[in-house]
C-alpha cells in the first residue's frame, strides 16, 4: 500500500505528491476557485435603506479600494469588536469598492461610483462616507474638514473631533460615552507622527 502526502505550494494550489516510498508524482493543480460578480450598489443600497427603515437607524455608506491604504486603517478602526458592535446598533453598514484600477477593476460594485457621486463624493478621494435615511436623502457626508474638504479616516485630533460630530448628527441615540469610545479606537488607531 503507498500513502500519500500532499503540499501546498504558496498560492494556494496542490504541488508535487511524493509517496512515502519516496518516488514522486505529479499532481494536477487544483482548479481555481471563482469568486462572484460584486453586487450592485444600488441592490446593496436599497438593501440597506429597507434595514434602516425596519430597525430606526441611518444606512452608513462607506467607499473604498483594495489599494487604499487609509481605507484599510478605517475598515480595520470599523472592524474593532466595540466599534462594530456600536455601528450595528445604530447604522446599517454598506462598503462599496470605487476607483479601482487594471486588473483589480473586477473588484469595484458597479454603480459605486454613481452613487458616490450622488452622495458628494465626486473628486474627494477616499475613503469617503456618507449617512443616508430609509427614505434615500442624504443626511451627511464626510466634507467635514474647512472649504468642504472630505475627512478620509479620521486621524488628527481635527479630523477625529469631526468625525465625532458626523455622529452626533447621523446617530442620535448613540450616547457621548459611547461616541467616544468610537473615537478613542480612532486615535488609537491614528498614525504616530
Known amino acids: 500500500m503507498i500513502v500519500f502526502r500532499t503540499f501546498a505550494v504558496a498560492a494556494g494550489l496542490l504541488g508535487t505528491v511524493i509517496p512515502l516510498s519516496g518516488a514522486a508524482v505529479a499532481q494536477t493543480p487544483a482548479a481555481p476557485v471563482a469568486q462572484a460578480a460584486p453586487a450592485p450598489a ?3 443600497l436599497a438593501k440597506a435603506r429597507a434595514e434602516a427603515k425596519s430597525s430606526n437607524r441611518t444606512v452608513f455608506v462607506r467607499f473604498t479600494a483594495s489599494w487604499c491604504g487609509w481605507c484599510h486603517l478605517m475598515e480595520k478602526t470599523l472592524d474593532e469588536p466595540a466599534v462594530a458592535a456600536l455601528f450595528r446598533k445604530h447604522y446599517v453598514v454598506v462598503t462599496l469598492d470605487v476607483l479601482e484600477q487594471g486588473a483589480k477593476k473586477a473588484l469595484e460594485n458597479p454603480g459605486g461610483d454613481v ?5 458628494g463624493g465626486e473628486n474627494q478621494g477616499i475613503p469617503f462616507f456618507a449617512a443616508v435615511a430609509p427614505d434615500g436623502k442624504k443626511i451627511l457626508d464626510s466634507k467635514l474638514m ?7 479616516c479620521p486621524a488628527t485630533p481635527e479630523e477625529i473631533a469631526a468625525f465625532g460630530g ?5 446617530a442620535p441615540r448613540l450616547s457621548a460615552a459611547d461616541r467616544q469610545t468610537i473615537l478613542a479606537r480612532f486615535t488609537a488607531n491614528a498614525p504616530k507622527r
Do not use: R, S
Request: proline fraction near 5%; charged fraction near 30%.
Open 146 to 152: 474647512p472649504k468642504d474638504q472630505n475627512v478620509g
Open 166 to 170: 458626523f455622529l452626533e448628527k447621523t
Open 115 to 119: 452613487a458616490m457621486k450622488a452622495l
Open 42 to 44: 444600488e441592490a446593496l
